[in-house]
């Protein structure tokens, strides 16, 4: 299940959406707004998204992970909008059959999805703004 919402991303129900009585291992990568970016004070993110591409590359990555892994089920979620800080921006829920697979599974979509996926995220400080990178 991929989203990308203007939502609060509710994490319980994201890693309950991956259970599944074969899988061993369910491994969760939660990015949140951290109030710090290179010695500069965040107040706030916005996040920006092409939806409809978002989704679709998400899939991709998704559809791809699956080839390389014993994935039983995988969700992504995104949100877009104004987030403050301790805001979960993304979620990411894996599950397969052992811990090893779930880790390397979960890395795989979050690093390619900060590489190639149409969300554009802006940095607020308290002494301007800037469209972040997608690579840290």
């Known amino acids: ?5 203007d939502n609060e991303l509710e994490t319980h129900r994201i890693i309950a ?32 998204s092409y939806d ?17 892994w014993p994935i039983k089920k ?8 104004i987030l403050k800080i301790g805001d979960a921006a993304v979620v990411i829920a894996v599950s397969t059959p052992h811990r090893k697979e779930s880790f390397e599974a979960c890395q795989f979509i979050i690093d390619n999805l900060k590489k190639t996926v149409p969300i554009w995220k802006k940095e607020v400080f308290d002494d301007g703004e800037i469209w972040a990178s997608s690579h840290p």
């Open 74 to 81: 995988v969700t992504v979620h995104h949100r877009k909008g």
């Open 17 to 48: 959406s991956v259970e599944d009585d074969a899988a061993g291992a369910i491994d969760v990568f939660i990015g949140t707004v951290r109030n710090k970016t290179s010695d500069k004070t965040v107040t706030r993110l916005e996040y920006e």
């Open 1 to 5: 299940m991929i989203v990308i919402t």
């Open 52 to 68: 409809t591409m978002a989704i679709r590359e998400i899939q991709k990555i998704v559809d791809t992970a699956i080839t390389k």
